[in-house]
């Protein structure tokens, strides 16, 4: 599925959020200034957006990895063309990571751990690489839950979201999975609890625009 959309991902999230998931991305890559991370792992990086926002914090390397090559070779020519020398974009299973424990300083997920077949197994390969006293911020869409975004948010969401996706991109499954993937996502203090369970010490959450995304700030 995500190799049938590669070549139109990156349109159509700018143009599905109006261009705010690059202010997103912004604010959760500022979360991890205080690192002052060197080493940085962008987990389901698709076509490299976050991994390329990472390069303000001036890390000596970021690495993004995908399992879908489709997206990988989109992001592969976005990184030549940036010049982007410091992103390297790998091929790989996010739940079956081949990197060593306590690896990376950072890691960052952008709209990709919902997608994870086992949320756990990623989650706790995601804490296995991370140094002690490192983060990994998570962006993940989300239902608001005021009026009345809730109400316009779940019209977008259901309806529109899924005919402009598939005008555009011709997948006819892409854009409706997406809200059901959301859906049945265990969001806000649910998630916070699966990795508290996981091993991470200390977790907090942030809903962005209007409830419509979530941030998630994950210390091991």
């Not at 390329?52 to 020519?77: A, W, Y």
């Not at 063309?81 to 960052?108: P, Q, S």
């Not at 006293?133 to 998570?138: C, E, I, P, S």
Request: charged share 25%; glycine share 8%; net charge neutral.
């Amino acid at each position: 599925m995500f190799d049938n959309i590669s070549g139109k991902y990156d349109f159509l999230n700018h143009f599905l959020s109006l261009g705010i998931d690059v202010l997103w991305r912004k604010k959760a890559v500022k979360m991890l200034a205080s690192l002052h991370p060197k080493k940085i792992l962008d987990l389901a990086t698709g076509t490299g957006d976050f991994a390329l926002e990472c390069l303000v914090l001036n890390p000596d390397k970021v690495t993004g990895l995908d399992i879908s090559p489709g997206m990988l070779q989109v992001g592969i020519e976005k990184m030549k063309r940036k010049k982007a020398d410091k992103v390297e974009m790998l091929l790989g299973d996010c739940e079956h990571l081949h990197f060593e424990d306590n690896a990376y300083d950072a890691i960052t997920v952008g709209f990709g751990v919902r997608n994870f077949e086992n949320l756990e197994q990623g989650l706790s390969e995601m804490h296995r690489v991370l140094r002690p006293g490192g983060k990994a911020v998570v962006l993940e869409p989300s239902f608001p839950v005021t009026f009345p975004m809730k109400q316009l948010f779940s019209l977008y969401f259901r309806f529109i979201l899924p005919i402009v996706g598939r005008l555009v991109s011709s997948d006819t499954s892409a854009y409706t999975y997406l809200p059901a993937s959301v859906e049945v996502f265990p969001e806000g203090e649910k998630f916070l609890e699966i990795c508290d369970r996981i091993g991470f010490n200390k977790t907090v959450w942030h809903p962005l625009t209007f409830g419509i995304c979530a941030l998630y700030i994950l210390e091991k």
